[in-house]
């Protein structure tokens, strides 16, 4: 099949490119990397009148720490991410990338297309929920910021109006006493996640905080602090980090019920989901711990 017929205009200016997709009246899209974009035309499960293309926008390609946070404009591939060593400031984006897709993929497809596109399965909108990251959204009214836990709201359904742009993401930088944990389990490498998990552990004297973000288990990345579960399990084991896993599992049952409610698929029911969710949670949140004392400086790296 082919895409139905569509305009196509490329603007060289944020302004002009926000113009074009409001003199649509609500018709038209962004394309960025077209790597889900061009699919959805070809099968015609999406007829937009034009596409507004906005790769030839030099503003829409910041990428740079400042003030704090990763910024990460509308055109950066996320190819470019995975490679640039400035990344190492948000762990989470170097152990998330090589999971998305393939690398050919990953050489047009952007950090904001993934984002805007929002499929619940996806890796880059867990680990935007899970540092609740800044999304930077552009329309007629101007530029607003909206946190990434109310960015998502249902399976490919975000807070972007028909006539926004999203036009960056900014990550907070990882401090002291800080650490993270991912996995996922796909049938093959670079599908999308059966189920997976992003852990963000924070060691601050005798406080612990813990994250946890749970993909592919519901129609959006699920958020919820997992500090309790921590602390219960650092009670069991008395603190031996070899036996934290084991002791995690019991606590994380009842997050896992509560976070996991898909409904089972032809590739895995929902009872098998929320195993997954709590093996690879319980393993995640261990390591997340392990790493953030170590960065604490509470153990020798
Ligand atoms: C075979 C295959 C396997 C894949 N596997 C994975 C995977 O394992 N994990 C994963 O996460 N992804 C996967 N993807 C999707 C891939 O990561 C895409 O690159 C990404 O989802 C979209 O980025 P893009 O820049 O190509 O966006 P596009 O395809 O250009 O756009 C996607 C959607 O977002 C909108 N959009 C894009 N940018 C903006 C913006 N700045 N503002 C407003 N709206 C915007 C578009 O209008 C469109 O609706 C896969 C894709 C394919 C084809």
Redesign the pocket.
């Known amino acids: 099949m082919k895409a139905a017929p569509f305009a196509y205009v490329r603007p060289s200016s944020l302004s002009d490119a926000i113009a074009e997709l409001a003199s649509t009246g609500g018709g038209g899209?962004?394309?960025?990397?077209?790597?889900?974009?061009?699919?959805v035309l070809a099968m015609r499960l999406a007829r937009p009148e034009t596409l507004v293309d906005?790769n030839a926008v030099a503003e829409l390609d910041r990428f740079g720490t400042a003030d704090g946070y990763l910024e990460i404009g509308?055109t950066v591939r996320q190819r470019r991410v995975e490679r640039d060593p400035v990344s190492a400031t948000v762990p989470l984006l170097g152990m998330a990338l090589p999971?998305?897709?393939h690398r050919e993929?990953r050489s047009?497809?952007?950090v904001?297309?993934?984002l805007?596109?929002a499929?619940p399965a996806?890796?880059?909108p867990a680990v935007a929920c899970c540092l609740n990251a800044e999304l930077t959204v552009t329309g007629t009214g101007g530029a607003r910021r909206v946190p990434a836990r109310e960015f998502f709201s249902g399976a490919m359904t975000t807070a972007?109006g028909p006539e926004?742009?999203?036009t960056a993401v900014r990550f907070p930088v990882a401090g002291k006493g800080e650490g993270f944990g991912f996995a996922e389990i796909a049938r093959r490498h670079?599908?999308?996640a059966l189920a997976g998990v992003v852990a963000r552990v924070r060691v601050r004297g005798t406080e612990t905080d813990a994250q946890l973000t749970g993909f592919g288990v519901s129609d959006r990345p699920v958020t919820r602090s997992a500090a309790g579960e921590l602390a219960a399990a650092l009670r069991e084991s008395g603190g031996e980090v070899s036996r934290l896993p084991g002791a995690l599992s019991d606590p994380l049952t009842a997050l896992a019920e509560e976070l996991v409610d898909t409904d089972g698929d032809a590739h895995a029911s929902r009872d098998y989901r929320r195993r997954l969710f709590r093996t690879l949670a319980s393993r995640e949140l261990s390591k997340a711990y392990e790493r953030a004392r170590r960065s604490a400086g509470e153990v020798d790296s």
């Open positions: 899209k962004v394309i960025a990397g077209g790597q889900s974009l061009v699919p906005i509308a999971w998305v897709g993929l047009r497809g952007t904001c297309g993934s805007a596109h499929d996806a890796e880059l972007l926004d742009i999203l670079g599908d999308f």
